[in-house]
C-alpha cells in the first residue's frame, strides 16, 4: 500500500524509530495519527508548523486497553478513515535474568510490547477492513527470533507479537488488509544508549547500528511493498540465516556479541 494521501497511525513516535516514521510519512505525502505516551510531546507537535492537519497527536496508554480502544473514533473524528497502522511501540526489561525479575517488571514489558499491539489491532482492524485498501505493520525485533541476553521476557514478548502478526496475515489473505511484520536489529536510539548496551569487543569496529532514520526507511518501504517479512539491518539478516541454520550456534554468538550492563 502506497501510502501518499493515506491517513497512518504510529505508535511509539515521540522518539527514535517512531519519530522518524512520522516525519518520512508526511515527507511521502501521507497523513499521520502520531501515538505517544508522556514524552515526546512537544517534538512532535512541531511537525504541525510545516505540516498543518496532515499530523494529529493523541496522548494514549498502550497498556491500557479502555485508552487504545477510543483512539479509532478520535483520529476518524480529525482524519476522517485510517488506512494503516505502524505498531512500532515497545519497552525493553532491566537488565536481568528471568529468577531475578519480579512480575510487575515483567507483566509491564508484556502489556506494552504485545498487549499494546494486540489492542491497536483488535481496535483498529473493523476500521481497516472498510479501506478498499489497508494495512498492518508490526515492529518485533531480532529479539523476537533469537534471545538476546538478559532480555528473556522481551524476547517473549517479541515473539508474541510475531507470531500474532504472523496469525494475522493469514487470517486477512483474502482481505483488503495487508500485513508485515518487521525484525530490526541494532538501531541506535536512546532506548539502546541508556541501556548502556555495548557491542562486544572483538565485534566492535565491524558492528554498525542502524540510524533512526535508516530503519524507518526499510520499514515504510516494506509497508509500501507490502512485503510479509523485513528484515531491518545486517546484523537481523545475518542472525535470522544463521538461526534457521544452527539455532543453538547463533545463541552463542549473540551472547559474545552483545555485552550487557
Known amino acids: 500500500m502506497k501510502v501518499f494521501g493515506k491517513v497512518i497511525v504510529v505508535t511509539g513516535a515521540g522518539g527514535g524509530i517512531g519519530r522518524e ?11 499521520v495519527a502520531a501515538i505517544i505516551h508522556k514524552s515526546g510531546l512537544e517534538d512532535i507537535k512541531s511537525f504541525a508548523t510545516v505540516y498543518g492537519d496532515n499530523i494529529s497527536t493523541h496522548i494514549a496508554n498502550l497498556a491500557g486497553r479502555d485508552d487504545v480502544e477510543k483512539l479509532p473514533e478520535e483520529i476518524i473524528s480529525v482524519h476522517g478513515c485510517i488506512d494503516g497502522m505502524i505498531n512500532n511501540a515497545g519497552i525493553i526489561q532491566p537488565f536481568h ?50 534471545p538476546v541476553p538478559l532480555q528473556s521476557i522481551y524476547s517473549a514478548s517479541k515473539a508474541a507479537v510475531k507470531m500474532l502478526t504472523e496469525g494475522l496475515h493469514l487470517e486477512l489473505r483474502n ?73 543453538k550456534k547463533a545463541t552463542s554468538i549473540i551472547a559474545k556479541k552483545i555485552t550487557t550492563p
Open 21 to 31: 516514521l512520522v516525519s518520512q510519512l508526511l515527507e511521502k505525502g501521507a497523513k
Open 97 to 146: 535474568s528471568v529468577n531475578d525479575l519480579d512480575y510487575e517488571q515483567i507483566q509491564r514489558v508484556m502489556d506494552v510490547n504485545f498487549y499494546g499491539t494486540l489492542y491497536m489491532c483488535k481496535s483498529f482492524l473493523p476500521h481497516l477492513l472498510e479501506r478498499p485498501e489497508a494495512h498492518i505493520t508490526n515492529v518485533s525485533s531480532m529479539g523476537g527470533f533469537l
Open 175 to 247: 482481505t483488503n488488509v495487508g500485513v508485515t511484520i518487521v525484525f530490526p536489529g541494532g538501531v541506535d536510539t536512546n532506548l539502546v544508549r541508556n541501556a548502556g548496551i555495548e557491542i562486544g569487543k572483538v565485534d566492535k569496529h565491524s558492528y554498525k547500528m542502524l540510524s533512526p532514520i535508516e530503519a524507518a526507511a526499510i520499514i515504510i518501504k516494506g509497508m509500501e511493498n507490502n512485503k510479509y517479512r523485513v528484515l531491518a539491518g545486517n546484523d537481523a539478516k545475518l542472525m535470522d540465516f544463521l538461526y534457521r541454520l544452527n539455532s
